[in-house]
């Protein structure tokens, strides 16, 4: 062990050394003489000891150091010393590395990690398995020239990982892998592929029941309303109780029916492919149409409803799907605001973005069901939703027209002074015409 004290003593060494050297000089006769021949002989000791030194640190397996006096011997301790320090530093480091793998091991899911230039560093078992990895063949590999899937090769390079994408296994086109990228380490992206072919198949699933048990829903609901009406024009002496029960069954079958359209539309949405940058939309020309069908719906509780709408504002998108989405938002602000209040429809400029509101002086939504708002028949107050003849499908039409679309529906509302529903589309799909004439 190396203390302070060490170099005190090897000085007072050297200064008795060179004390008894000029001594000696002063007696032979001849100091200068004497002196020379004492540091080329302290010079030979050193180089001897330093060529010891290189030896062992080059040659020996022994990990202790050899024996040596004076300052040699600090000098040795002291690497010696520094050894067995970095060298409980690797076997901790080793530990921990070995923990790591052995933990990414036994994970359910495909590990590999990536270095910046999008080489391989290591992957785990599954990532061997299910992305026909060969270790340590494909170490330094470029994961991009592996996976060669458009999507995946896109998503890798845009930086943005915030969400996942899903694209067939390449060793399996039957299966579907969910691809996640994150930050990890310095310089390092850690890319985690899980199999969800199942999750999918069922998504599959979902979606063709409901559009199928929708559309063979139709036919039998229509020939029962076509009946339902013939029977109402053509028995006019029937009782009250019968007549009461027509109408209700007209009512429900009516209901039946707006239900299943809109399941049919919420299947369409979610079916479709058709790209939004390929259109323009007249959002002016929209508007006014549904301005009219508004107000057709608002006889009854006759509402202040005013239309705020910048004619110049054209965006890219699916007409279709943007009309289902202003018009549930618009019809059911006239069905849960009470008579007589006010409605205001905002379409405008905000920044570079587009901006569309609706906003109502109604009853209000607690807090606690803003969250669930979009959910399939999800409905604050059943009573209520039954007489209005809402399906509980309306806002989540909505949703998913804006995923589509790339935005989100904003939902603010205080209990007692109304709510605003609103959505931002991104500037990528204003339609600038200076841009494209």
Same mark, same amino acid.
């Given at each position: 062990? #190396?203390?302070?004290?060490?170099?005190?003593?090897?000085?007072?060494?050297?200064?008795? #050394?060179?004390?008894?050297?000029? +001594?000696?000089?002063?007696?032979?006769?001849?100091?200068?003489? &004497?002196?020379?021949?004492?540091?080329?002989?302290?010079?030979?000791?050193?180089? +001897?000891?330093?060529?010891?030194?290189?030896?062992?640190?080059?040659?020996?397996?022994?990990?202790?150091?050899?024996?040596?006096?004076?300052?040699?011997?600090?000098?040795?301790?002291?690497?010696?010393?520094?050894?067995?320090?970095?060298?409980?530093?690797?076997?901790?480091?080793?530990?921990?590395?070995?923990? $790591?793998?052995?933990?990414?091991?036994?994970?359910?899911?495909?590990? &590999? %990690?990536?270095?910046?230039?999008?080489? !391989?560093?290591?992957?785990?078992?599954?990532?061997?398995?299910?992305?026909?990895?060969?270790?340590?063949?494909?170490?330094?590999?470029?994961?991009?020239?592996?996976?060669?899937?458009?999507?995946? !090769?896109?998503?890798?390079?845009?930086?943005?990982?915030?969400?996942?994408?899903?694209?067939?296994?390449?060793?399996?086109?039957?299966? =579907?892998?969910?691809?996640?990228?994150?930050?990890?380490?310095?310089?390092?992206?850690?890319?985690?592929?899980?199999? &969800? /072919?199942?999750?999918?198949?069922?998504?599959?699933?979902?979606?063709?029941?409901?559009?199928? %048990?929708?559309?063979?829903?139709?036919?039998?609901?229509?020939?029962?309303?076509?009946?339902?009406?013939?029977?109402? %024009?053509?028995?006019?002496?029937? /009782?009250?109780?019968?007549?009461?029960?027509? *109408?209700?069954?007209?009512?429900?079958?009516?209901? *039946?029916?707006?239900?299943?359209?809109?399941?049919?539309?919420?299947?369409?949405?979610?079916?479709?492919?058709?790209?939004?940058?390929?259109?323009?939309?007249?959002?002016?020309? *929209? $508007?006014?149409?549904?301005?009219?069908?508004?107000?057709?719906?608002?006889?009854?509780?006759?509402?202040? !409803? /005013? $239309?705020?709408?910048?004619?110049?504002?054209?965006?890219?998108?699916?007409?279709?799907?943007?009309?289902?989405?202003?018009?549930?938002? %618009?019809?059911?602000?006239?069905?849960?605001?009470?008579?007589?209040?006010?409605?205001?429809?905002?379409?405008?400029?905000?920044?570079?973005?587009? #901006?569309?509101?609706?906003?109502?002086?109604?009853?209000?939504?607690?807090?606690?069901?803003?969250?669930?708002? =979009?959910?399939?028949?999800?409905?604050?107050?059943?009573?209520?939703?039954?007489?209005?003849?809402?399906?509980?499908?309306?806002?989540?039409?909505?949703?998913?027209?804006?995923?589509?679309?790339?935005?989100?529906?904003?939902?603010?509302?205080?209990?007692?002074?109304?709510?605003?529903? /609103?959505?931002?589309?991104?500037?990528?799909? &204003? #339609?600038?015409?200076?841009?494209?004439?």
């Amino acid at each position: 062990m #190396y203390y302070p004290r060490s170099w005190t003593k090897s000085l007072l060494r050297l200064c008795l #050394y060179i004390a008894l050297i000029v +001594l000696l000089g002063i007696y032979v006769g001849d100091v200068v003489l &004497v002196l020379l021949i004492a540091a080329v002989t302290l010079l030979i000791f050193n180089y +001897l000891h330093l060529y010891k030194l290189t030896k062992w640190l080059w040659e020996s397996r022994k990990m202790s150091p050899p024996s040596a006096p004076g300052v040699w011997e600090h000098v040795y301790e002291g690497i010696y010393y520094l050894q067995r320090r970095n060298r409980n530093k690797r076997k901790n480091l080793g530990e921990l590395v070995k923990r $790591f793998r052995e933990g990414s091991e036994a994970l359910p899911d495909a590990v &590999v %990690v990536v270095d910046k230039d999008a080489k !391989i560093v290591w992957c785990n078992r599954h990532a061997r398995i299910e992305m026909g990895l060969k270790w340590p063949d494909d170490s330094g590999r470029r994961i991009d020239n592996l996976i060669r899937h458009p999507n995946f !090769i896109e998503y890798f390079h845009s930086g943005d990982y915030h969400y996942p994408i899903e694209i067939p296994a390449p060793t399996n086109p039957n299966k =579907t892998f969910e691809y996640r990228i994150m930050a990890y380490g310095e310089d390092q992206l850690l890319l985690i592929i899980r199999d &969800v /072919s199942r999750v999918s198949q069922l998504e599959e699933m979902r979606k063709d029941f409901v559009a199928n %048990v929708s559309h063979e829903l139709r036919t039998p609901l229509t020939v029962i309303n076509g009946y339902l009406e013939v029977l109402s %024009v053509e028995d006019e002496d029937k /009782s009250p109780f019968v007549g009461k029960a027509m *109408m209700e069954m007209e009512t429900q079958t009516k209901r *039946m029916q707006a239900l299943i359209e809109d399941l049919l539309i919420l299947s369409r949405i979610e079916a479709s492919s058709e790209r939004i940058y390929e259109n323009t939309i007249d959002m002016t020309g *929209m $508007f006014a149409q549904v301005e009219m069908e508004a107000k057709a719906l608002n006889k009854e509780k006759q509402h202040n !409803i /005013s $239309f705020k709408i910048d004619p110049d504002l054209v965006i890219f998108g699916v007409e279709t799907e943007m009309r289902s989405a202003c018009s549930n938002l %618009v019809f059911n602000a006239i069905h849960y605001t009470p008579p007589g209040g006010t409605i205001k429809v905002l379409w405008k400029r905000r920044a570079d973005s587009a #901006y569309f509101a609706v906003i109502d002086d109604g009853d209000g939504i607690d807090d606690k069901h803003l969250r669930r708002l =979009t959910e399939r028949f999800y409905r604050v107050d059943k009573a209520r939703s039954r007489k209005t003849g809402g399906s509980g499908l309306g806002l989540s039409i909505v949703k998913h027209v804006l995923n589509h679309h790339n935005s989100f529906l904003n939902i603010e509302s205080k209990v007692g002074k109304g709510s605003e529903f /609103s959505f931002i589309l991104p500037p990528e799909l &204003v #339609y600038e015409k200076n841009t494209h004439s």
